[in-house]
């Protein structure tokens, strides 16, 4: 008996296996569409916008930011230029959706707004006294679905407050970004999208430590027409930025919110 299955085994191994048709791909390929690869940026069904910036789309699953996640921005200190980042979406959203500002770290400017072509109209800022009611005022407004997008600035965030924000934002059709410091980078986080902030001449170092594909060995510099530029020609031997992990930083006040 053992002899015969041997033998068996023996002609299924020798024989040319019958070719893939065109059709069988095609079948085969729908059927693994939804299947998420490691060493794949993730491609899936949820709806995204572009950020605006094609070197950063480049690196973001489906090519943008994603609608109904949390996703979070982890600052070196406030103003650097995450606003700028986030302009060309929030001009289109704006148009005809209202965006939220929540507990930001300094009063938004009207004249700024209608600078970056932003519907101040649509725009909402909200102070609340305590981070408990700004968490609240945050998960009611993504239930609620009637914003287009909502930006939260908080210090700390426990852990069972990111868990809530996270379920609220995938129940919504909302744009939802959460703005920590940078120090939260060695924390925790259902957020499956992490991008922190650096500032760079000319703009703003992009480095993304969590997202649905392979890691992410470099930075990236994305250019901000707003920021200060470099001037001086010695500036362009400079040695390049290199990934370093997230330390805390000192914060300086900055005069707006950019």
Known sequence: MDEQV?????????????????????????????????????VSRATTMTSGHSALDLELPNGGWPRSSLVELLVQQNGIGE?????????????????????PPYKPHV?????????ERNM??????????????????????SFGAVILWQSNVRPEALRRLNLAAQSTDT????????????????????????PALGGITVDIIKRRGPHCESPIFIPLADMPARQLDSDKNEAP??????????RVAAPALV
Do not use: Y
Not at 11 to 40: F, K, S
Not at 84 to 89: D, E, I, R, T
Not at 111 to 119: F, G, I, P, Y
Not at 125 to 144: G, H, I, M, V, Y
């Open 124 to 145: 909402l800022w909200l102070r609340p006294q305590s981070s408990a009611d700004a968490l609240w005022c945050t998960e009611q407004f993504l239930k609620n679905g």
């Open 6 to 42: 041997l033998l068996i085994l023996i002609v299924a191994m020798l024989t040319t296996p019958l070719p893939i048709t065109a059709a069988a791909e095609h079948a085969g390929a729908l059927a693994m569409r939804d299947v998420w690869r490691a060493d794949q940026l993730a």
């Open 175 to 198: 744009w939802f970004w959460l703005v920590r410091p940078m120090v939260a980078a060695a924390d925790a986080s259902p957020s499956p999208l992490r991008i922190a902030l650096r």
């Open 241 to 250: 930025i290199h990934r370093v992990h997230p330390t805390t930083t000192a």
């Open 111 to 119: 004249m700024t707004c209608r600078a970056w072509n932003l519907n």
């Open 83 to 103: 606003m700028q980042l986030l302009k060309p979406m929030l001009a289109s959203l704006s148009q005809k959706q209202r965006v939220a500002f929540i507990q």
